[in-house]
């Protein structure tokens, strides 16, 4: 059988000289949750939960004589009497380790064990495991000893301990380790599984390192930039978290004990390196994203991936946080009820600040405007050179600089100047009421000649004889401009307009005069003299 391989054949040379087990029957008295109780056994075999805890204590400190002294030895068939009792212990905390990790709080502390879970009163169930296909249950059980009953391993789990060790025991290659090494431990880990598991992470490191350099140097052939950005993520985040996550897998192979237990409850380090890599993740995918932004002549919208990258990087670390408290044994709920009064104190302080970041969220997405755009912004008029987290900074035509809140700028119209592909020339002539029809008709045909005429009038130009008015007849022009740029169209307006002067005056006629008004107020008479 397995179970007779070298391994468990030395397991009685497992550190210094073997204590002598105390002997049973004599009073005690321990402290129980805050009580003082007086227990029959020096062994701590009172009840179920303090047995078997007191049992993977000695499987810890290696004292594997003193924890034989928790397995019901009586009736044992005789393949298993003839196993040394240490032996068969440790074979057992090695199935249990690695089998069925049975967490101490889940048995009972009373005396009686548990009462109504349909066993006898002497027997309390330790947990399933499967062997050949069917699932075996382990059982702790009161028997007598001395003068008085404790709880043990039951002697029918402590029967299957060979088999079960045929099913969940080490191999050839971790027993040779074991026995090279010297016992010892550290934070409650043995020294050969310490070995093992280092072993086994600096190979999935360096694996992991390989693949990752041949990977970048594949695909970023001209990219040395991205390359060694690639480089640095596959060496520090993302290799150690795969040599981490292969030095828990193999520890966890392996097999925990008590103390280890206590110490990897958190999932600490797994946590940390989880966290990490997609922390790594975000940054990178934000650097390339910059960068291609950039490349795209998008630099505006960096000022809001940088910040929201760092966001949401935070609240990664945050929820990692919730989470190694909640595996430690925190009340999560009762913590981040607590945060929620402060929560809603600070929400209400950072009321207007978010509605900037949310609208410079709107301008970066949406892009109404962007930096060097000619705009008017509500009652501003002016070129944008800043597009903030906050506020939006605008130089207007008097060359001053005006501030404006994202949020209000979301809230009130944009009517972007620059986002125009031509401009609307739209001037209107107005000719003296005495002109004729005849000269009116000369007007209309001059002045589509000179739209026709000028290459940067686009076609579809309009001029009609549109109304007559208060004080003149209204001649409406309306045209494009083949430009977009707000100066060399000025200069355009300008010769079209001195063309038109000319056009009328050619026709026979003249631009009428503006009529003033006059508001004449008639003076109150007086009031009759009382006299």
Not at 387 to 399: K, Q, V
Request: aromatic share 8%; hydrophobic share 50%.
């Amino acid at each position: 059988m397995h179970f007779q391989r070298p391994l468990l054949l030395a397991l009685n040379i497992s550190g210094a000289a073997e204590p002598s087990v105390p002997a049973a029957g004599t009073s005690q008295s321990v402290q129980v949750n805050g009580e003082q109780r007086t227990v029959e056994d020096p062994l701590e075999r009172d009840t179920p939960r303090r047995s078997f805890t007191a049992f993977l204590r000695a499987m810890d400190d290696a004292d594997h004589l003193r924890g034989s002294a928790y397995l019901d030895l009586r009736n044992l068939s005789e393949p298993a009497r003839a196993i040394n009792p240490e032996r068969l212990a440790h074979g057992l905390i090695i199935v249990l380790q690695r089998a069925l990790w049975v967490d101490p709080l889940s048995l009972s502390d009373d005396t009686d064990g548990f009462t109504n879970d349909g066993l006898p009163s002497y027997r309390d169930l330790l947990g399933r495991v499967m062997l050949d296909g069917r699932e075996v249950p382990l059982y702790l059980q009161r028997v007598p000893e001395a003068e008085t009953f404790v709880w043990k391993i039951s002697n029918a789990t402590v029967q299957l301990v060979p088999e079960l060790y045929e099913t969940y025991g080490y191999n050839r290659a971790v027993e040779a380790i074991y026995r090279t090494l010297p016992a010892g431990s550290f934070l409650g880990f043995e020294l050969f599984k310490w070995a093992i598991s280092i072993a086994v992470a600096v190979a999935a490191y360096g694996a992991a390192v390989l693949i990752g350099f041949f990977t970048a140097r594949s695909v970023y052939r001209t990219r040395s930039d991205h390359r060694k950005r690639a480089m640095r993520f596959v060496a520090l985040p993302f290799g150690l978290f795969v040599a981490i996550v292969s030095l828990w897998t193999t520890a966890e192979a392996l097999g925990f004990g008590l103390e280890a237990q206590a110490h990897v409850r958190g999932h600490t380090l797994l946590i940390i390196a989880t966290t990490w890599l997609i922390v790594a993740c975000l940054i990178l995918a934000r650097d390339l994203a910059v960068h291609r932004l950039e490349r795209l002549g998008r630099g505006d919208a960096v000022t809001l991936l940088r910040p929201a990258s760092r966001l949401v990087s935070f609240l990664l670390i945050v929820m990692a946080m919730l989470l190694w408290l909640d595996n430690m044994g925190v009340n999560i709920t009762a913590l981040l009820a607590g945060l929620g009064v402060g929560g809603v104190a600070v929400a209400l302080a950072l009321q207007k600040p978010l509605e900037d970041v949310f609208g410079a969220m709107w301008l970066f997405t949406l892009q109404p405007i962007r930096v060097g755009d000619f705009c008017q912004l509500g009652q501003f008029i002016g070129t944008v050179e800043e597009i903030g987290l906050r506020r939006t900074r605008l130089r207007t035509l008097a060359n001053t600089v005006v501030q404006i809140p994202n949020a209000r700028i979301a809230d009130e119209p944009i009517d972007n100047i620059s986002a125009r592909q031509r401009i609307w020339y739209n001037p209107t002539l107005r000719l003296r009421y005495d002109t004729s029809r005849v000269v009116v008709e000369r007007v209309l045909a001059a002045t589509r000649l000179v739209l026709e005429s000028d290459d940067r009038v686009l076609e579809g130009h309009r001029v009609r004889f549109k109304a007559f008015a208060s004080d003149a007849l209204e001649i409406e022009i309306s045209a494009y401009i083949a430009t977009t740029d707000y100066v060399l169209y000025l200069e355009i307006a300008e010769a079209l307009n001195l063309a038109l002067i000319d056009a009328v005056e050619r026709a026979g006629t003249r631009l009428a005069p503006p009529t003033v008004q006059e508001v004449k107020i008639a003076p109150r008479p007086l009031a009759p003299s009382a006299d």
